[in-house]
Nanobody, 125 residues
Framework: QVQLVESGGGLVQAGGSLRLSCAASSRTFSTYAVGWFRQAPGKEREFVAAIAWHTRNTYYVDSVKGRFTISRDNSKNTVYLQMNSLKPEDTAVYYC??????????????????WGQGTQVTVSS
């Protein structure tokens, strides 16, 4: 079973940037679709972005399009979330999640069976 470890969170001013990393333990990581989700205090978990395992197509929630970029480096078993032009409303705990051979409904959290522990992102105004 693959294990995921997120890193790269922190405190940043509005307009700043952060890059989150999601490192996987499995050599079969290239067969996993990976998604990023976030959860702010008092709110439900929200889909942020995903990257397919076979086409490398990417998917984003409307609120981050043009500001966030998801990418993967299978040689390093790592998926990245580059976050630019951060806003206070981006403040949340960010989780990466993975699902082997997932090829649809990337924004459905129920489709992912492996989750990381989360990393806090705080954007000050």
């Amino acid at each position: 079973q693959v294990q995921l470890v997120e890193s790269g969170g922190g405190l940043v001013q509005a307009g700043g940037s952060l890059r989150l990393s999601c490192a996987a333990s499995s050599r079969t990581f290239s067969t996993y679709a990976v998604g990023w989700f976030r959860q702010a205090p008092g709110k439900e978990r929200e889909f942020v972005a995903a990257i397919a395992w076979h086409t490398r197509n990417t998917y984003y929630v409307d609120s981050v399009k043009g500001r966030f970029t998801i990418s993967r480096d299978n040689s390093k078993n790592t998926v990245y979330l580059q976050m630019n032009s951060l806003k206070p409303e981006d403040t949340a705990v960010y989780y990466c999640a993975a699902s082997r051979y997932l090829s649809e409904k990337y924004d459905y959290s129920e489709k992912y069976d492996v989750w990381g522990q989360g990393t806090q992102v705080t954007v000050s105004s």
